[in-house]
């Protein structure tokens, strides 16, 4: 069965440093991987996804995640973080697409001025 | 385009109650998806629906929960009765290839 686990429930970082945000999966089989944003009183957004091909992805708005099958991991970076992206970040994994999703208990981002 | 439509926004009742939340997806999704999110956890599907036909509703309590999609456009999702522990946000998405698109979600506070 499948599964994600985000280690960090929270994660205070200074504004301008760099940021990982950690993601873990299990899955017997191949998978797609995806990062989604909550931002405080909105609705989920879709940040980043891993369908196939190259193992790095990029966001629009400066974040990267990067597939390790090895590791089954897709953490999340950003090399300087800015307030705008105070916000939940969860991680979710399905084996096939148009499925339904697995997500993790998601990681809280905060900024510090 | 327009995106996913949920209402209402906040709905406060006290348990034993029961509610209904509604749900309009993108135009042309033919997959529609119901999650509750409680404080803290990521969200987790109730029920997935395939055009007006369920794929997977094997986390919705069927005792208390129950939803519809009649017409394979918009849905509705019901508890009756509530529960204190069904405090959370019910999120609805939709999708038509490999990625879903979420509403703002209902804030559902069981008193």
């Known amino acids: 069965a499948q599964s994600v686990t985000q280690l960090d429930s929270q994660v205070p970082v200074f504004e301008e440093a760099p940021v990982e945000l950690r993601c873990n999966y299990s899955?017997?089989?191949?998978?797609?991987l995806f990062w989604y944003v909550q931002y405080p009183n909105q609705g989920l957004q879709l940040l980043l996804k891993?369908?196939?091909?190259?193992?790095l992805v990029e966001s629009i708005n400066g974040f990267e995640a990067e597939f390790n099958k090895s590791q089954t991991s897709f953490h999340l970076r950003k090399p300087s973080v800015h307030i705008s992206d105070t916000a939940e970040y969860f991680c979710?994994?399905?084996?096939?697409?148009?499925?339904?999703?697995?997500f993790g208990k998601g990681t809280r981002l905060h900024i510090l001025p | 385009e327009a995106g996913v439509a949920q209402s209402p926004r906040y709905k406060i009742i006290e348990k034993r109650q029961s509610v209904a939340f509604w749900c309009n997806p993108i135009s042309g999704h033919a997959t529609l998806y119901w999650y509750q999110q409680i404080l803290g956890q990521g969200p987790k599907l109730l029920i997935q629906f395939q055009n007006n036909g369920v794929v997977d509703d094997s986390q919705l309590p069927k005792d208390r929960f129950s939803a519809e999609r009649l017409k394979g456009v918009d849905s509705t999702l019901k508890i009756q009765p509530a529960k204190l522990e069904d405090s959370a946000v019910y999120l609805c998405?939709?999708?038509?290839?490999?990625?879903?698109?979420f509403g703002p979600g209902t804030r559902l506070t069981v008193l």
């Open positions: 891993y369908l196939s091909g190259s193992t």
């Open positions: 998405a939709s999708s038509l290839a490999n990625e879903q698109f």
């Open positions: 899955s017997s089989v191949s998978v797609y």
């Open positions: 979710a994994v399905t084996e096939n697409r148009d499925d339904k999703i697995i």
